[in-house]
């Protein structure tokens, strides 16, 4: 299912946000981890990475979630909470990304808190020694992090 060499490079890049544990039969039960891997199977995502994280360095972010790595699919933002990560995932920021750093950015990642189903996009750090996009995806980073947890309105036509 992983080729280790992305899935060492991806370790890497998450374990500047998030010490990193393996996926264990007991988070395989986990009703948070079951819905999402659900829902990617369901629109026809093969998962190429998966990894149980912890924060510890950031208190807005809760303690244990699940992280999940596939190929770009369009459609995603439909499942994540806040207004900053639809855009993300559905304006083009990522994208853009995507085209021009390195295999580890050529993935999307979805993010799970393991006590709720609250579905969240993620951005792994640059790995690269002065990477073109370096500016772009800091400020991403950042505002994926920092922005107040609004959820976006939708009005009915």
Known sequence: MYNIGLEKLIDQAVAR?????????EDKKNDSYKAL???LSFNNIEIKYKRKVES???PIVP?????????PKEGLC????????????????LEEINKTCSL???L????????????????P???????????????????????KDEELKTTKS
Do not use: W
Not at 79 to 86: G, L, P, Q, T
Not at 125 to 147: D, F, H, V
């Open 104 to 106: 580890i950015h050529s």
């Open 63 to 71: 303690r244990f979630q699940y992280l999940f790595g596939f190929y």
């Open 37 to 39: 891997e659900f829902t």
């Open 125 to 147: 750090g640059c790995c690269e020694i002065n990477c073109p996009n370096s500016p772009n995806q800091y400020k991403l980073r950042i505002n994926l992090y920092t922005a």
């Open 17 to 25: 946000d998030f010490k990193i544990h393996k996926i264990t039969n």
């Open 56 to 58: 510890e360095k950031y």
């Open 78 to 93: 439909l499942f994540v909470k806040k207004k900053e990560h639809k855009l993300a995932l559905c304006e083009g920021p």
């Open 108 to 123: 999307m990642y979805l993010l799970v808190p393991a006590d709720r189903f609250e579905v969240y996009s993620y951005l």
